[in-house]
Every structure is written in C-alpha cells, then in structure tokens.
Nanobody
Framework: VQLQASGGGVVQPGASLRLSCAAS????????VGWFRQAPGKERELLAG????????YHADSVKGRFTISRDNAQNTVYLQMNSLKPDDSAVYYC?????????????????WGQGTLVTVSS
C-alpha cells in the first residue's frame, strides 16, 4: 500500500488543521493506522492511532482533547483533525500503516509510511 499525507501548512496558534492520509494500491481497511510526528532533534512519536475497523482509537496525552483521528474506509483515507494548535505542535507529521488489527505505539511496528507533511504553528 502507498500512503500520501497532506494538509499541513503554516497556521497561527489556536488555529485548526485537518491532515489526510490517502491510501492506494490496497484497501486501507486492511491496516491499523497511526499518525506520528517528528520535530527537529526529537524522536518520532505516535500521536494517534485507529484500528482497522475504526472502532477503537488511541490519542497520546499530549494531544488528547485537541486532536482526533478518524477513518473513512470507503474513501481509503484516515484523518487527523487538529484543533487549538500550539507552537510545540510544529513538526513533520507522518501517517503509517501496519498489517494488524490494533495500533502500536512503536514506530518499528509499522510497515508502510507516507512521505510526511509539515505543520508550522507560529504567530
């Protein structure tokens, strides 16, 4: 499966963005999907994940209440709605898929990665 992440940009603090992860090649419903981010000098971290069916989600404490992951298997797309953005949210955001039902917090458990989309939060 090939993943294409999009939706990043430059926004002011407090703004919202919606990232999209579009899949091609195979149905995205075959995979659990996670959204990661990596800021300069920092490790890649899992922000949110969603099971194959979308019936269960995970959100890291750092984004809980502000970010929401969802999926539309009919559109072969997973979304990350990001609200109340802060300068600390600035990073490259990646979507990743793993051939399993459930999400993992470990990046090495994911088999496929999108190319990343840059989010910059600055006044």
């Amino acid at each position: 499966v090939q993943l294409q992440a999009s939706g990043g940009g430059v926004v002011q603090p407090g703004a919202s963005l919606r990232l999209s992860c579009a899949a091609s090649g195979r149905p995205l419903s075959s995979y659990a999907v996670g959204w990661f981010r990596q800021a300069p000098g920092k490790e890649r971290e899992l922000l949110a994940g969603i099971t194959r069916s979308g019936g269960s989600t995970y959100h890291a404490d750092s984004v809980k209440g502000r970010f929401t992951i969802s999926r539309d298997n009919a559109q072969n797309t997973v979304y990350l709605q990001m609200n109340s953005l802060k300068p600390d949210d600035s990073a490259v955001y990646y979507c990743a898929a793993r051939s399993a039902t459930y999400v993992s917090t470990k990046s090495f458990d994911y088999d496929y990665w999108g190319q990343g989309t840059l989010v910059t939060v600055s006044s």
